[in-house]
């Protein structure tokens, strides 16, 4: 078994006609991904961004994306659990990494933050644990 990095799935998700090296790299991208893998998480938050900020995919196509990454049987996602609840909130509205965060801190009896918008959704989609808002 082998890890992906975020390039790996980038190129294997998106088809990216406009750059010559995404392009010639794709055919590559596509037989790493078809072989049994291993994506860490930090990769996971990582291709968030990249398909969010660089590629502009709205986030309810970003959670589908995760889903499916989740769904791939002969890859292993670190923290599956965590990344696919994180991919529920993402379409409810909260940020990716915060939700991701807040999944993976589930054995915490809180979240602590200073981010007033992160605590006011995460209350409003009533997420564990509670977010817990310091002033």
């Known amino acids: 078994m082998r890890a992906l990095d975020t390039d790996i799935l980038a190129r294997f998700l ?39 900020g660089f590629y502009e995919v709205p986030s309810k196509n970003v959670a589908r994306v995760m889903r499916a990454l989740a769904g791939i049987e002969h890859i292993t996602l670190e923290d599956r659990d965590a990344v696919l609840t994180a991919a529920e909130a993402l379409e409810k509205g909260l940020d990716f990494a915060d939700a991701l965060n807040l999944a993976r801190s589930a054995r915490a009896a809180a979240f602590c933050t200073f981010d007033r918008r992160l605590a006011r959704r995460a209350r409003a989609l009533r997420l564990e644990p509670r977010v817990e808002l310091l002033t």
């Not at 406009?18 to 994506?39: G, K, M």
């Open 14 to 52: 998106v088809d990216d006609p406009d750059d010559p090296e995404a392009a010639a790299q794709r055919p590559a991208a596509i037989t790493a991904v078809s072989a049994r893998s291993f994506v860490p998480v930090t990769v996971v938050l990582e291709l968030e961004w990249v398909l969010r």
